[in-house]
């Protein structure tokens, strides 16, 4: 079945600074790819997503690139704020069933 | 963006108890609904995939006489802990996935339920 990795497991920055954070996976039928954003307590919210057919993705200050040869693919968060602290998580899916990574506790320091 | 209910958000139950959480689709038909498990700083592990009118799909490790799911219906699911016990109290939270609602494989989540067993 699908494993995810993910690292760092936390990463603290300073406001302004950018914010990287990497995941792999081992299923090469694995096609599609979302990252998440949870706070203590709530539900995880889908804050950018990648299919397998596209390389990389941007919405602001947020951007997703994928390499499906090395099966990794990276969440990349400029200009950070301190509301960007949170748990981020990626996941990969394949026939519909999510698999998360470990989670990466984002510290963003004004 | 569609639209997840759970019921209830918190619950507290004592040992040997069972307890019942709902999961709604409100404002599309969810063909999927799945389940999951989140204990404290750990990720989101999947329990359980589950298709309106058919029984459930669980992963390994999850045992289907303990974590009993129902998904009667294209906008509702429960998941019932049976017996529960310490161990079980953790944040349950279901998602649902309409080929109809959202991108590619997309999961609607819910807010997630919060079981503490004494």
């Known amino acids: 079945g699908e494993n995810v990795e993910q690292h760092p497991s936390t990463l603290s920055v300073q406001e302004g600074d950018s914010a990287v954070i990497k995941c792999t996976y081992s299923?090469?039928?694995?096609?599609?790819f979302p990252w998440y954003k949870q706070e203590l307590g709530k539900r995880p919210q889908l804050i950018i997503d990648?299919?397998?057919?596209?390389g990389e993705k941007k919405d602001q200050r947020i951007a997703v690139t994928l390499n499906k040869t090395a099966k990794h693919f990276s969440l990349h968060i400029t200009e950070t704020q301190p509301e960007d602290s949170a748990v981020y998580f990626c996941?990969?899916?394949?026939?519909?069933?999510?698999?998360f990574g470990q989670g990466t506790e984002l510290s963003v320091k004004p | 963006g569609a639209v997840v209910s759970q019921h209830p958000s918190r619950v507290i139950c004592k040992s040997g108890t069972s307890v019942k959480i709902e999961c709604r689709s409100l404002?599309?038909?969810?063909?999927?609904m799945f389940w999951y498990r989140q204990f404290p700083k750990q990720s989101l592990m999947l329990m359980a995939t589950?298709?309106?009118?058919?029984?459930?799909?669980?992963e390994q490790g999850v045992e289907k006489d303990k974590f009993l799911i129902n998904h009667a219906s294209l906008t509702l699911s429960t998941l019932t802990v049976t017996s529960a016990h310490p161990e079980d109290s953790s944040f349950y939270i279901c998602?649902?996935?309409?080929?109809?609602?959202?991108?590619?494989?997309?999961?609607?989540f819910g807010p997630g339920t919060r079981l503490t067993v004494l």
């Open positions: 998602s649902a996935s309409s080929p109809k609602r959202g991108v590619y494989n997309e999961q609607f």
């Open positions: 299923d090469s039928a694995s096609n599609y």
């Open positions: 990648i299919r397998s057919n596209v």
């Open positions: 996941a990969a899916t394949t026939g519909g069933k999510l698999i």
């Open positions: 404002d599309f038909q969810a063909t999927t």
């Open positions: 589950s298709n309106e009118g058919s029984k459930a799909t669980y």
